[in-house]
């Protein structure tokens, strides 16, 4: 099982230049806030999408039972 240290360094790696505060009561489920500059120009939904893909295929709703997510540029 991940930890939230686990997430936020997943999301900095992925998203350069993103900074991440994850945080859990449980270790299942994750909530981020994410500011980062590939934000600018992107829907909500994109800037979502953009997260989520840097999960695998079944993580989500799996080890990750659930990641609530807020995006925001600097």
Not at 22 to 49: C, N, P
Request: net charge negative.
């Amino acid at each position: 099982m991940p930890s939230a240290d686990e997430i936020r360094q997943r999301i900095e790696t992925g998203i350069p230049g993103a900074s991440a505060e994850v945080q859990t009561d449980d270790e299942v489920h994750f909530s981020a806030r994410i500011t980062a500059e590939a934000f600018a120009g992107l829907s909500r939904v994109q800037q979502h999408r953009l997260v989520y893909d840097l999960f695998g295929e079944g993580e989500l709703g799996g080890p990750i039972h659930a990641l609530s997510i807020k995006t925001e540029t600097p």
